[in-house]
């Protein structure tokens, strides 16, 4: 079946633009990741969503970052008035459910490659 | 501290070697544990969950030490297609929150 796909693939933006990630889950999943990976360096976790609600933003850096899910289903980032830092590549992973293995193995998707000029 | 720790590495390593991993955690309340690798430029994938019995998956072993705090991976008989980062995963019962270290990277050369 489908895995989790992710757009844009890569995105090159100008300091102080806005822009939207996207995330289209495996189809049936309620939990919905967005980690942030910068280079060389490991996962951080940003947001989780149950269903379309957010229970844990707790890893959102600062207030130009928001996240929202419609329908169960697509999620989208976004980041506002985007500053160099904000270079990464954003990942985001679905799973089945949040708290019974092997239920909460995240499955990823390619990511989207943010750079920032 | 980092809830979780691993040697960045790289290990480079002529291939059929065995090589160790170990990683590092620093909440005990955690209760469930994995593996998984992520080749350059792409996504990480679930490799193997790690038993409190330690448990074994071809080439590859995890082991878990509660009372150190540890868990490690050994892959026997390397291959060149193993050279990727390992990232070390914990999560807290209760929790939907897993919790990734920075990666362990592997270089298998021929």
């Known amino acids: 079946g489908a895995g989790v796909s992710q757009s844009p693939s890569n995105k090159v933006t100008e300091k102080g633009k806005d822009v939207e990630l996207r995330c289209d889950p495996i189809?049936?999943?309620?939990?919905l990741y967005w980690y942030r990976q910068r280079l060389g360096q490991g996962l951080e976790f940003l947001i989780y969503?149950?269903?379309?609600?957010?229970?844990?933003k707790s890893g959102l850096p600062s207030d130009r970052f928001s996240a929202e899910r419609t329908g169960e289903s697509v999620s989208t980032l976004t980041i506002q008035r985007t500053q160099q830092e904000d270079s990464a590549v954003y990942l985001c992973?679905?799973?089945?459910?949040?708290?019974?293995?092997?239920?909460?193995?995240?499955?990823f998707g390619p990511g989207t490659r943010l750079t920032v000029t | 501290r980092k809830e979780v720790e691993q040697d960045p590495g790289p290990f480079n390593v002529p291939e059929g070697a065995t090589v160790a991993f170990n990683c590092t955690y620093s909440?005990?309340?955690?209760?469930?544990f994995f593996w998984y690798r992520q080749d350059c430029r792409k996504e990480p994938k679930l490799l193997m969950s790690?038993?409190?019995s330690g448990n074994e998956d071809g080439r590859f072993t995890a082991q878990l030490n509660r009372a150190s705090q540890y868990i490690s991976l050994l892959i026997r008989d390397s291959k060149l297609s193993d050279s990727a980062t390992y990232l070390c995963?914990?999560?807290?019962?209760?929790?939907?929150?897993?919790?990734f270290g920075s990666g362990t990277r592997l270089l298998v050369r021929p």
């Open positions: 992973a679905s799973s089945s459910s949040g708290t019974s293995f092997p239920s909460y193995e995240q499955y």
């Open positions: 189809s049936g999943h309620t939990a």
């Open positions: 969503f149950q269903g379309n609600s957010a229970p844990d």
């Open positions: 909440n005990s309340a955690s209760q469930s």
């Open positions: 790690v038993y409190s």
């Open positions: 995963v914990v999560k807290v019962d209760s929790s939907y929150k897993l919790i």
